[in-house]
């Protein structure tokens, strides 16, 4: 979470419109989805959503969840090659063992 306040920091000071771009993208899937749900609830959603800070906790609820994501998934991959590499011995029975069953 901290890393992802970091980013966002930087991205303000550097590269506003790329926090342009998200609250924008945003703003349009938040519409899109108001739009799906029945009158009047859909307005509803939507003034929420917009206009009762909403967007903003979005933002950042979505930016911490696409960080997490990239990064796990170069990690999660890595691991996944790492067990397939893995050679996994065939089980055996011991000499107790196949007394007991037999």
Do not use: C, K
């Not at 771009?21 to 003034?47: C, H, K, M, N, Y």
């Not at 997490?68 to 590499?85: A, E």
């Not at 996994?88 to 196949?98: E, I, K, M, Y």
């Amino acid at each position: 979470m901290v890393a992802t306040w970091v980013l966002i920091f930087s991205a303000f000071v550097y590269h506003p419109e790329w926090i342009r771009a998200w609250l924008r993208f945003v703003t349009s899937v938040i519409e899109v989805v108001a739009d799906q749900v029945p009158e009047p609830w859909g307005a509803r959603v939507e003034v929420m959503l917009r206009e009762i800070g909403g967007v903003i906790w979005i933002q950042i609820a979505s930016a911490i969840v696409l960080l997490r994501l990239i990064i796990w998934l170069p990690f999660h991959l890595w691991r996944l090659g790492r067990q397939r590499n893995v050679i996994r011995p065939s089980a055996t029975f011991s000499d107790a063992d196949q007394s007991r069953a037999g």
